[in-house]
């Protein structure tokens, strides 16, 4: 990580804290699709009402979020790393990634869990209930554990470990190698044809994957590929804040054009799946890279665009999405519980899936919202989780990027 540029102006720290809040709503969005999905579902439920709607939006939102949320990760670890140095990054990190994932995971897997074998009983058969022998099988030898929506936190934690361990090692490394490498990987996302070079690793990681798409398999001891699919977006993630003045003004500059060369290669993705699904793959040598080739050549782009979108349209604080800004980190632990309940409220209403798909999704969003504002804007809770403190505003307005990379 290159360190050598002043951190970035209040105003695109904003920005960026817009584009958070958003990333994060549609998590809401994701997970409730799924349970509508026309095509094999990662997860083993699913409503009786299904839609290709589900399907689309699953592979629009899953195409951008992570990685976006990946790239902001590296570049708020390389901030803190020059703020506060590899110790005090690494501080907090476990404050706000390790330490909450220690305290809620427990309840939340025995809630998600006794929630997730309602739905299975229902979809298996068609009413409420519990039965072990639902469960799906797990691989011999295999942990009954998992992190699961909470993999994010989790990978996001041991990243942020091994950036303090590059920090201490990269001492030993020549400074021209060290200078090559920040050069290298900032100049292939400010070249037009970079989001390419920086697909190709990840399509020969996702070739190995039935779909040709990394998976999350949720495990404590999670593949290399998903650490490679991850920890590339972070490692761009913290060398764009090296050049951050020059690079987010090129994203804000080509927002429109990223933006339109990324729908070109999601809508290439969309042929290449429903060819491959069809049968025709065959006539294309290796669908599966081909397919990731395409669909990490979207991410990247539209990470790209978002990113530069928000700077550019939408630089200032918002109140609305500072508010949801807020209230992320805790939507984003709690949010299963509501698109799995709701999904089982809503299991046999005489809807069909778009409008279950809508009613859950707000639904979600308002208890989720409501229990933030009523439990954790105010309390211990929501000091752990944003590190705020209510009682200085002034403070609290004056450190708003520190609160912000404390994420």
């Known amino acids: 990580m290159n360190n050598a540029h002043t951190p970035p102006s209040p105003q695109r720290l904003h920005a960026l804290d817009n584009l958070r809040a958003l990333m994060m709503w549609l998590g809401i969005v994701l997970h409730v699709a799924i349970n509508h999905l026309t095509v094999d579902s990662p997860l083993p439920w699913r409503d009786p009402k299904t839609s290709p709607v589900a399907d689309l ?15 902001l990760a590296g570049f708020f670890v390389a901030l803190l790393v020059e703020r506060r140095g590899a110790d005090g990054m690494l501080k907090n990190r476990g404050l706000r990634l390790a330490l909450p994932f220690a305290i809620f995971w427990p309840p939340l897997f025995a809630a998600t869990t006794v929630l997730a074998m309602v739905y299975i009983h229902l979809t298996v058969r068609g009413v409420p209930g519990i039965d072990v022998a639902l469960a799906p099988a797990r691989q011999a030898g295999g942990s009954p554990f998992n992190t699961m929506h909470l993999w994010f936190l989790y990978q996001l934690f041991w990243l942020s470990a091994l950036a303090w361990a590059g920090v201490r090692l990269r001492r030993f490394l020549p400074a021209r190698l060290r200078e090559a490498l920040a050069r290298g990987f900032t100049e292939l996302v400010a070249r037009r044809w970079g989001f390419a070079v920086l697909a190709l690793p990840l399509a020969f990681v996702g070739m ?12 404590f001891l999670p593949p290399p590929a998903e650490w490679a699919q991850s920890g590339l977006f972070f490692v761009v993630g913290s060398y764009i804040y090296g050049r951050q003045e020059r690079l987010l003004a090129l994203f804000a500059a080509r927002c429109k054009g990223h933006a339109a060369a990324g729908l070109v290669f999601f809508v290439a993705t969309v042929v290449l799946l429903g060819a491959s699904r069809a049968g025709g793959g065959h006539r294309l040598p290796h669908p599966e890279f081909w397919i990731a080739f395409a669909y990490n050549a979207t991410a990247w ?34 949010h299963m519980l509501g698109t799995v309940g709701f999904g089982i409220l809503l299991f046999d209403a005489p809807l069909g899936a778009v409008a279950k798909m809508g009613l859950n999704i707000a639904a979600t969003s308002l208890v989720a919202l409501a229990s933030y504002q009523l439990l954790v804007r105010r309390t211990p809770i929501g000091r752990l989780l944003n590190g705020q403190r209510p009682e200085n505003r002034s403070a609290r307005k004056s450190t708003k990027a520190r609160v912000f990379a404390a994420r």
């Not at 629009?60 to 949320?69: A, D, L, T, Y």
């Not at 190995?208 to 495990?219: H, R």
């Not at 978002?306 to 709690?334: D, E, T």
């Open 301 to 334: 782009l539209w990470s790209l665009a978002l990113i530069g979108g928000f700077v550019r349209y939408l630089p200032r604080q918002n109140a609305v999405l500072a508010y949801l800004s807020q209230s992320s980190y805790w939507v984003y632990l709690v």
């Open 57 to 71: 939006l699953l592979l629009f939102i899953h195409s951008f979020r992570m990685p976006v949320f990946f790239v």
């Open 208 to 219: 190995f994957y039935p779909s040709g798409m990394v998976t999350e398999s949720g495990s």
